[in-house]
């Protein structure tokens, strides 16, 4: 494995109080709610995990029910668990889009949205520009580098394991609710549910491991 000496100094952004951020999303052929165009894309799932200067790690989530239009509640739920960050991580800048998507959905929050967007920083760039392991396979996704970096870690055993089949079980949730029964429906919330936390747990972790690799 191969690490940059500047990984300690691309790290330094990512400290005090620092959330970690993913969110799922949906988009339906036919637009079902207000403003969007067909195949929109809806933010209508998300993973918040918190890691205090302690070291201490909270997490806080938020999954869609129903046909109701997810932004409004999604965003009232993403707002109140990112108050406390300094700074909130992503792995890529995909949860940019989907802060501004709510941002034009539900304009009355554009202010605290704005400022959780402000708050973002990408881990990726500090994987990609100062550590390289041979099994990364030249590929740079998390699930790609998380093997090689926190082996402990793994999404095999999850029902749900990839993004677009989150997307696609997230639309038949709440678009097709009534043609799935009680019980199946209830597993399947859980499936996306773990889905998603482990997203989120998986930089958690990365921050970690990259932090040890810079220490030694």
Same mark, same amino acid.
């Given at each position: ?7 300690? #100094? ?13 969110? #799922? ?8 709610? !207000? ?9 209508? &799932?998300?993973? %918040?995990? #918190?890691? +205090? ?16 239009? !997810? ?10 668990? *990112? ?6 991580? =992503? %792995? ?5 889009? *989907? ?7 539900? !304009? #009355?929050? @554009?202010?605290?949205?704005? /400022? ?5 920083? @990408?881990?990726? !760039? ?5 550590? %390289? ?5 030249? $590929? ?11 082996? /402990? ?13 989150? +997307? ?18 209830? &597993?399947?919330? &859980?499936?996306?549910?773990? %889905? *998603? ?5 998986? =930089? ?11 220490? $030694?």
């Amino acid at each position: 494995m191969i690490v940059e000496p500047g990984l300690a #100094e691309a790290l330094a952004p990512f400290s005090g109080r620092l959330g970690f951020l993913d969110f #799922e999303t949906v988009g339906p052929a036919i637009p079902v709610w !207000p403003g969007l165009a067909p195949w929109g894309s809806v933010p209508a &799932q998300f993973s %918040y995990h #918190e890691e +205090s200067p302690d070291g201490k790690i909270t997490h806080k989530e938020w999954l869609a029910d129903g046909p109701d239009d !997810p932004r409004p509640a999604l965003a009232r739920a993403l707002v109140d668990a *990112c108050a406390g960050a300094d700074k909130i991580a =992503m %792995y890529t800048t995909f949860e940019v889009g *989907c802060i501004r998507k709510l941002r034009e959905g539900v !304009p #009355e929050l @554009d202010g605290p949205l704005q /400022e959780i967007e402000e708050k973002l920083i @990408d881990l990726r !760039p500090v994987v990609l520009d100062h550590v %390289y392991h041979p099994d990364f396979g030249g $590929s740079f996704s998390i699930k790609d580098i998380l093997t090689p970096l926190v082996p /402990e870690l793994s999404y095999d055993d999850l029902a749900v394991n990839d993004g677009n089949v989150a +997307s696609a079980e997230i639309a038949r949730l709440l678009l097709e609710e009534d043609t799935i029964p009680a019980d199946e429906r209830e &597993q399947l919330r &859980q499936d996306l549910r773990k %889905y *998603c936390e482990q997203d989120t747990l998986a =930089m958690v972790k990365l921050a970690r491991r990259l932090r040890e690799l810079a220490a $030694s």
